[in-house]
């Protein structure tokens, strides 16, 4: 039953793999400018490897396989080449969501792990599922911002690590919800000009529906093999729905 992907190496592979020199014509002939070479590869590097990691991620992830399953169900198949893009970014920054073009960035200069990528990846997949279900007013209405904010925050994992490490000085519960609040009002100042009381302000008046909107995991994750779990029942789930 748990026979997914054929895992043949078709298609999207020999494209990464061939990624890059055919690109640059001017690296044959270039021997004699050396910085500008650097340059190039450099940007190949980062380039390729965020597309690998992104490759890794889409087919092992559970959260990410979950949400992929969940998005195609609601009618918004995603396509690795066409719903990502590997950029470079400003500041610390470690991707976006690009409502206008349902695109998400993945700031190849600051992912430099698998399990960084594979965080970012759902914490954006998850903004990309709001922005299917929903008509998600993304500028004129922050409450619809915080809410997504919330709900990545929640689900993708941001504040496992956090929540492990501090298992034994806090209430797991408390602490989570706090790790949560204090993202989503910290995603909420990277996009929006707006006051830090203003994006606290709207952040507590969604907080309670938006932090126990599950959605489509059905419960909080708390570690890969909860996902992994919520991934089986989903697909579980849509299996009886369909007998019923
Ligand atoms: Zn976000």
């Excluded at 396989?65 to 500041?91: I, P, Y």
């Excluded at 960035?105 to 594979?118: A, F, P, T």
């Excluded at 995603?187 to 203003?198: F, G, H, P, Q």
């Excluded at 890969?224 to 089986?232: G, I, N």
């Amino acid at each position: 039953m748990a026979s997914e992907q054929p895992e043949s190496g078709r298609g999207s592979s020999e494209e990464e793999d061939d990624f890059g020199y055919g690109l640059f014509p001017e690296r044959s002939r270039s021997e004699k400018k050396p910085p500008k070479n650097f340059v190039y590869k450099s940007l190949f590097t980062f380039n390729h490897k965020c597309h690998v990691m992104l490759k890794i991620a889409l087919e092992n992830n559970p959260y990410a396989k979950l949400l992929l399953d969940a998005m195609k169900n609601s009618g918004c198949t995603v396509f690795k080449d066409r719903h990502f893009s590997c950029e470079d970014c400003d500041g610390c920054v470690s991707g976006g969501f690009d409502s206008s073009t349902s695109q998400i960035v993945l700031c190849q200069n600051n992912i430099h792990y698998q399990s960084h990528m594979d965080r970012v990846v759902t914490h954006e997949l998850i903004h990309a599922f709001d922005h299917c279900r929903a008509h998600v007013d993304w500028f004129n209405n922050m409450k619809h911002l915080a809410c997504s904010e919330i709900r990545a925050a929640n689900l993708s994992g941001d504040c496992t690590l956090l929540n492990e490490m501090s298992r034994f000085n806090f209430g797991l519960k408390q602490h989570h919800q706090a790790c949560v609040r204090y993202r989503a009002v910290r995603s909420i100042l990277a996009v929006r000009k707006v006051s830090k009381e203003m994006a606290e302000k709207t952040v507590d008046e969604v907080f309670e529906s938006c932090f126990n909107d599950h959605e489509p995991f059905g419960r909080v994750p708390h570690s890969k093999s909860d996902a992994k779990h919520a991934y089986k029942n989903f697909q579980n789930r849509d299996r009886y729905d369909g007998n019923l």
